[in-house]
């Protein structure tokens, strides 16, 4: 079964508009966190944000913020005042707890592009 | 760089050779992860390890393929006999004590390997 669903494959968005990537997560553990990281055309893995299941507040990190809503499992990113540098592939994932063993778990990904 | 560093870069090997992929983690991180990025797809988890021990290696296929944290020096992937199958980007991460949920995995910037 899919624990995390990116449903956007790829999004365009106007430099200087705000975006919203989308992300939902499947699990029956009450203590779980979910991530964000962005992944340039370069390669590497960029850690962005992070929620923890028991936050009474949505995370924030400069430009990025995560809109949390626990009841309906989702955690979308939110991107404001995007940038061409923001092109890249975002990923999704939650930390899965198996045995003591820590895992993430990613999504599919989604691949923004930032048009000037 | 105190990141996680990841050798080779690029990897390339003829069908039927080994590979070894090396990890250092971050100073101060004993957990290490190894995940496989198909084309478009998002990381797979692999193997998780602390010093000198598998903790869970459930996403490691059954067989050519092995992982070690030794005592001393970097993480070590290996891939006996390989097939144009394994041809993917393979990423390490790091983490420190997981007591601290919250503590995020940083990644290195990957092996791609490539079988001809």
């Known amino acids: 079964a899919q624990k995390i669903t990116q449903t956007q494959p790829g999004m365009f968005v106007q430099e200087k508009e705000a975006v919203t990537l989308d992300c939902t997560y499947d699990?029956?553990?009450?203590?779980?966190?979910l991530f964000w990281y962005k992944q340039p055309s370069s390669g590497e893995m960029i850690f962005l944000i992070y929620?923890?299941?028991?936050?009474?507040q949505n995370a924030t990190e400069g430009r990025y913020s995560l809109n949390f809503q626990k009841a309906r499992k989702s955690a979308n990113l939110v991107i404001s005042a995007s940038q061409l540098g923001d092109s890249a592939m975002y990923f999704c994932?939650?930390?899965?707890?198996?045995?003591?063993?820590?895992?993430?778990?990613f999504g599919q990904g989604t691949r923004l592009t930032i048009n000037p | 760089n105190a990141g996680v560093m990841q050798n080779p870069r690029h990897l390339v090997r003829r069908r039927g050779q080994e590979a070894r992929l090396r990890c250092s983690p971050m100073?101060?991180?004993?957990?290490v992860y190894w995940y496989r990025q198909l084309p478009e797809e998002g990381l797979k988890f692999m193997v998780y390890?602390?010093?000198?021990?598998?903790?869970?290696e459930s996403g490691m296929p059954k067989e050519r393929f092995s992982a070690e944290f030794p005592k001393e020096g970097p993480s070590i992937l290996r891939i006996q006999q390989v097939v144009r199958g394994d041809s993917a980007a393979y990423f390490c991460?790091?983490?420190?004590?997981?007591?601290?949920?919250?503590?995020?995995?940083?990644f290195g910037d990957g092996t791609r390997l490539s079988i001809l």
């Open positions: 991460a790091s983490s420190r004590d997981l007591q601290n949920s919250n503590q995020p995995q940083h």
């Open positions: 699990t029956s553990d009450p203590s779980y966190g």
């Open positions: 929620q923890g299941s028991y936050d009474q």
């Open positions: 994932a939650m930390r899965e707890v198996e045995q003591g063993a820590q895992k993430l778990v």
């Open positions: 100073k101060g991180h004993s957990h």
């Open positions: 390890l602390q010093k000198e021990n598998i903790i869970d």
